[in-house]
C-alpha cells in the first residue's frame, strides 16, 4: 500500500508540474527559429505571418505588440488612480538559460519561485525573462537600447509581460518619469551577460532590479514574437533602468542577432485604449 501511494505520488509529481499550459514563450525557446529580424529576408518580420499558418496573427491581427506610447498631453492615455497592478519580483529567482537562433531567454526553474504580478484578482507567475534591443515598444516616437521582457502566467495560461525601458542617457521622451542614473552600467544585467559569456546555464538573477516604482502603461497586445498569439496584457514601466552603451554591444554579441538586432517593428494602435496606473495613493 505504502509502494503504491509512493509510486502514485511519483508518478503524479511530474504531471502536475507540467500541466499548467505551455506557452508559446516556452514553446520558442526550446526549439529552433524559424524566423529572423532580418526586414528585407522572406523570414523577415513583415513576412512572419505567411512563415507557417499558426504564425497568421503577426500579419492578419488588429491588436499587435509593440506599440509607439504617445506622449501624457495627447490626451490618448486614460490615467487610472487605482488598480495598479502589483507587482511582487523575486531578488532572489532561479533561472535556467535557453538559446535559439533569434534570441535567448531565460526560464524561471519553478514557476510561483521567480516573483508574481496581481492584477484584477488574479495572480500571474514569472515564467521567462528575455530581453530585446533596440526597445519594442517606444514613448513618442522614442525608443530605448534595451528593453527587458517579464512574461508571467496565470493558472489559465493567460499571459501578462512587464516591459521595462534601459536608458543609456540619450533618449527624452515625453512622459514624467524616473530615470535611474541613465548610462551607468547595470549591475544585475552585467552579472546575468557575465553568466551566459562564461557558459553557466541555471543561476540567480535579482529581477527586483529590473521592476522600479508602481507606475505602469498599459494596453492589451501580443506575443512581439511568432506565432504573435494575441490576448496579451502589456505593461511598461514609467521609471527607466540605466544601462551603459557598452553593455548593449555584450547583449548583442550573446544573441548572434547583432546583425539586425532582435526588436520587431512597432504595430499599429488601431484605436486600442491606453491606460497610465499612477501606483498606490
Ligand atoms: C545563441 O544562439 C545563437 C545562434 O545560434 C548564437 O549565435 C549565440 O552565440 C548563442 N548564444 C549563446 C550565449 O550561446
Same mark, same amino acid.
Given at each position: ?76 492615455? +486614460? ?178 542577432? +547583432? ?23
Amino acid at each position: 500500500m505504502t509502494f503504491l501511494f509512493l509510486a502514485l505520488f511519483f508518478c503524479f509529481q511530474p504531471v502536475s508540474a507540467v500541466s499548467l499550459p505551455r506557452s508559446s514563450v516556452i514553446r520558442e525557446s526550446e526549439s529552433e527559429s524559424i524566423y529572423s529580424y532580418d526586414m528585407s529576408a522572406p523570414d523577415g518580420p513583415p513576412n512572419w505571418g505567411s512563415i507557417e499558418p499558426s504564425f497568421v496573427s503577426c500579419a492578419a491581427g488588429f491588436e499587435q505588440s509593440g506599440i509607439d506610447y504617445p506622449c501624457e498631453s495627447s490626451g490618448l492615455i +486614460d490615467f487610472e488612480k487605482t488598480g495598479s497592478p502589483m507587482v511582487s519580483p523575486s531578488s532572489a529567482a532561479a533561472f535556467n538559460f535557453a538559446n535559439t537562433t533569434s534570441n535567448w531567454a531565460l526560464n524561471c526553474d519553478n514557476p510561483g519561485s521567480c516573483g508574481s504580478v496581481t492584477f484584477k484578482d488574479k495572480t500571474y507567475s514569472l515564467i521567462n525573462l528575455h530581453f530585446h534591443s533596440p526597445s519594442e515598444h517606444a514613448v513618442n516616437g522614442v525608443q530605448y537600447p534595451l528593453e527587458a521582457h517579464m512574461v508571467h502566467q496565470d493558472e489559465d495560461g493567460s499571459l501578462l509581460v512587464i516591459g521595462t525601458f534601459f536608458s543609456d542617457g540619450s533618449q527624452n521622451d515625453c512622459l514624467t518619469h524616473m530615470e535611474l542614473d541613465a548610462g551607468q552600467a547595470n549591475r544585475e544585467l552585467q552579472s546575468i551577460l557575465v553568466n551566459i559569456i562564461s557558459g553557466e546555464k541555471s543561476f540567480v538573477v535579482d529581477v527586483a532590479s529590473f521592476v522600479g516604482g508602481f507606475e505602469y502603461l498599459h494596453y492589451d497586445g501580443s506575443l512581439t514574437t511568432p506565432p504573435c498569439s494575441e490576448g496579451v496584457m502589456w505593461f511598461n514601466a514609467r521609471q527607466r533602468q540605466n544601462v551603459a552603451t557598452g553593455q548593449i554591444a555584450l547583449y548583442e554579441s550573446t544573441t548572434g542577432s +547583432d546583425e539586425f538586432a532582435n526588436a520587431r517593428p512597432m504595430q499599429p494602435l488601431n484605436g486600442r485604449s491606453l491606460t497610465a496606473y499612477s501606483g498606490f495613493e
